[in-house]
DNA sequence: ATAGCTTCAGAATATAATTCTGTACCAAGC
DNA sequence: GCTTGGTACAGAATTATATTCTGAAGCTAT
């Protein structure tokens, strides 16, 4: 029987594809791979409900929407901090990500603000007034050289 | 006349709705604001040539691919390193982010490799190899709370 | 060999996207 | 106040696309 948790060659054609364009038509696809369209979809079904496709996104542009700058925090937790912190930093305003890392005994945080103010502001009044953070360090982002979620299917 | 570069209430409702999922049919888009097809397919095209929306993408399991562990990786440069460092990094493997940070003078690259073991030679064959590397502090990433890239609309 | 399973193509069908047309609305200029 | 020009919209018509269905082919284990 043929191992279900496997992706072929077929397959990761698909996904490349798709990783370059999500909307892309099932038949054009289909033309690209050599197959036929009702062939293709089978097996985005089947990459959708193996859970190798998560979902899919649009990308808005984050300088339309007044979060034109981004920062990193390292946050620095006391110890015997309460476990609820990570919760509480996912509520922060801004916050895209949030990241438990080693070496630090902390987290990484990466958000999408205005500008420098509101940046200012959401460190102040809402990073260090969380229970447990002993201390942040932030990096602010001058310049983006390369941001995307594309896995590198060749390896 | 109407100012071209403003996004309404509707337009919020509809890129909501495709932040929470890109693939909703038109139709139930449309029936959610209230709208018919056609008007909410015109507008979703307006926000596509004015840049708001730039794109649609497939996100897909990092785990599934080999590349569960994510990093993130401080890169200090020497003085009078040549230009051309930033087009080196983005082409390191793995790495899905570069940004030039102030406040250290460098570059923050975000990482996704299969373990430590692939982390380790990538820190060590590529990254440090690089002209104007001066030194690198890696965050191993033990746990991802958040990771979105949804921007919230209402501020 | 053959039963059981998977994959696929091609046709048939269902669903959705897109185009088209006319109307309403608003603002600017006369 | 009337007209012109532009934008936004609904609803119908059309086109494109997705999905389902069926049968055939291939593969594997027995």
Redesign the interface.
Known sequence: MKNERTIDEIDHSI?EI??E???VPNAEVARQVGMAPSAVLERIRKLED?????????????V????GL?A?V?IRVLPHANGAL??K??EV????????????DG??LKL?VADNVELGTILRDELMMLDGVESTR????????????????N?
């Open positions: 996904l798709l990783q364009k999500a909307r193996r859970g190798f496709i998560e979902g899919y996104e649009v990308r808005l542009n984050p339309e929407f007044d979060q981004a990193f390292h990570a919760a930093l996912t305003t801004g916050v895209q990500e949030v990241h438990q890392v080693a070496g630090e987290y990484l999408r932030t990096s602010i982002v001058l310049n983006t050289i390369k941001e995307t979620r594309k896995i590198d299917l390896r």
